[in-house]
């Protein structure tokens, strides 16, 4: 099998390694022989076939929750040739969907092969691919579907920050902004999300992000509003301040962000209030 896929005799080597796969989960070249199946379909752009051939690699691999959750980890238990086997599977599985062709779309894996613990690193990988590949509103789309997929799933706040980044590298503002707007309101820390046992590990990842988010949704609001003069504009601006000095009370950037909250209520004749903030 290897001699013939060296020799780009992919046909060949295809009958090979199905032969060593014959011999059962037992002997020790059926990861490898998986692994190399997928690779000889993919040559041949029998993605759909390739596509098996990788899940069933992972299945075998990490296909438990418990051993996922020790490769998510960087657990010991994973051998620095799993991991990079494991890793290289990711990325040949997102190759093959990124090409939409012959079945192995995303939807196709969708239908197949649900509920994978390995589901959300695989739509990751699978964004990633996009970003790089400047296909940005792609990537997005990508991130949006895992989160209708699982809305409750503690990955899903991580994903809305993937849809930011994406947004960002794309320097597309308007949807930039919009995405701003719905991960601070949706992830605040006052919403319900964050009651639930399995997303307290999440919160110091994701704390940085809704600082940063705020800060610039409040300024660039407050800048709005001394352009525009409109009262309007200035509620915005209250509303992002107001939402970062509540939530990051003890925070260092609090009195500054009282400060600025206070100059943006005596820019729109809020005297008594902006007395307050300040």
Known sequence: GELAFSLRQFALAEKAYLKVLDYGKTNEFYPKALSKLGWTYYQQYMYKEAVAQFIALLDLKIGSNMRYLHYAE????????DRELVEDTF???????FTAEKGASLEDFITNYPNKPYEAQL???LGQLYVDRDRVTDASAIYKRYIALHPKDPQAVLFNIRILEAY????????TLEAKE??????????AYWRRDETQALK???????????????RHYHAVAQKSKDPADYTI????????VDIFTDDALAPSMHFLMAEALMESNQIE????EY
Do not use: C, D
């Open 273 to 276: 209030k902006a007395a307050g």
């Open 204 to 218: 110091a990842q994701v704390e940085p992000y809704l600082k940063k988010h705020m800060q610039e949704l409040a």
């Open 168 to 175: 960002e590298k794309g320097r597309y503002a308007k949807l």
């Open 74 to 81: 960087s657990s010991p238990l994973f051998s620095a040739g």
């Open 237 to 244: 601006a209250e509303k992002w301040y107001r939402l970062f």
């Open 123 to 125: 739509f990751q990988t």
């Open 91 to 97: 990325r040949v599985i997102s190759l093959s969907l």
């Open 182 to 191: 719905q991960f601070v309101s949706q992830f605040h820390f006052n919403q």
